[in-house]
């Protein structure tokens, strides 16, 4: 079904500062299950198969990488998909580019209220989902659980034991658990995330044992889907140097923040990877 290592999936090297980036291009993995989506997806959609099902529903905002992914694999793999989108008010509007990708892939849109939508792990509320869509098997929001992370270990090769640190951006905290218990014991792991507040380290903490790694906000730009004018003008002056596309929830904020530390001397690692996680449907809002 899903083989990531069916693909050839590139390391681009580039150079800032002086320090050389190799930048695993997952935005190159599939064209339309971008990056980590792939690989968080894979296991979960065996699970479903072995299972019997033959619906998934999973969670996620107006713009959503893993609600677009989901919806794709769904199609693909002969799975109906239904979707619980944040936000109420958005069934009375006309549907974004991801809302819309989404729905022309077959996808059911159920919008709830934000404050519904925060009941999203009850269990009260996920039992009124079940007894509404009873052969619906359920991913989480962002995808991230068990299998999700059995699928980003395998983002991480045997020969990546040549890098000391290795960067990733982070949104619910499935990618940087997955890269965590991949890595070796002297590689650190550093997280950029998309989110404002440090309660992703919180959530990290449970899902491993390991500490060899650290999630920062400093360059989330005031929290998740939010910009500024010095965030797009990096990403522009990024794409043109380097032909990398980015995007401005994840990728961007990422890439900023590490090469800021990289300018401000902040960094001791010789050799660094950095995940570029996809997401680019994201890249228009």
């Known amino acids: 079904m899903f083989d990531p290592f069916a693909h050839q999936i590139p390391d681009q090297d580039i150079c800032i500062a002086d320090t050389t980036l190799s930048i695993r291009r997952l935005d190159l993995v599939h064209p339309q299950i971008s990056g980590n989506k792939f690989y968080k997806l894979k296991y979960n959609f065996l699970n479903a198969q072995q299972l019997g099902l033959k619906q998934v529903l999973t969670f996620g905002g107006a713009y959503s990488n893993h609600i677009a992914a989901t919806a794709f694999a769904a199609q693909q793999f002969g799975f109906d998909s239904i979707g619980i989108i944040r936000g ?128 920062v906000d400093d360059y989330c730009c005031g929290g998740y889907a939010k910009t500024t004018p010095e965030l797009m003008q990096f990403i522009t002056a990024f794409e043109a140097k380097y032909h990398i596309p980015l995007e401005q929830i994840y990728t961007g904020k990422m890439l900023m923040g590490l090469t800021d530390l990289i300018q401000k001397g902040r960094l001791q690692a010789r050799k660094i990877l950095v995940i570029h996680s996809g997401g680019l449907q994201g890249q228009s809002f």
């Open 88 to 215: 109420e008010e958005l069934k009375s509007k006309a549907l974004n580019h991801t809302l819309k990708t989404a729905k022309d892939l077959g996808m059911q849109l159920h919008f709830v209220s934000r404050e519904e939508y925060r009941r999203k792990q009850q269990p009260d509320f996920v039992a009124e989902l079940e007894q509404q869509f009873p052969q619906a098997y359920f991913i989480p929001e962002g995808g991230t659980n068990q299998f999700a992370i059995q699928g980003c270990k395998e983002i991480l090769k045997p020969s990546d034991a040549v890098f000391d640190l290795i960067c990733c951006a982070v949104g619910t905290g499935g990618t940087i658990t997955g890269l965590i218990e991949a890595s070796q014991p002297h590689q650190q792991i550093l997280g950029f995330s998309a989110l404002k507040g440090l309660f992703l380290n919180d959530d990290v903490a449970k899902l491993t044992t390991k500490t060899n790694w650290t999630i």
